[in-house]
């Protein structure tokens, strides 16, 4: 999805990995991780990267504001 610009539903994606995986891996074999491996964390904030690229990219064109907003307001709930 990277390839086609499709940052968001990455982001989206990854973040639904991260609530439903980021709880369940062991660190070792007596402990258990509190938070996401940090590669769910790292390709979320990665694709929110992308989306803010693309906002800002067509910002400076026709792009559509109303689109843009919707797209900036849910990267910002994803990274709450």
Known sequence: SYQTGQFLSA???FHL???????????DDDEESTSAPPTYWEAKRGACIGVFQQVIASSFGAGNTE???MAL???????S
């Open 73 to 79: 307001n849910t990267i910002l709930d994803i990274l």
């Open 67 to 69: 689109e843009n907003q």
């Open 11 to 13: 982001a989206e994606a």
């Open 17 to 27: 990995l991260e609530i439903k995986f980021g709880n369940n891996i062991d660190l």
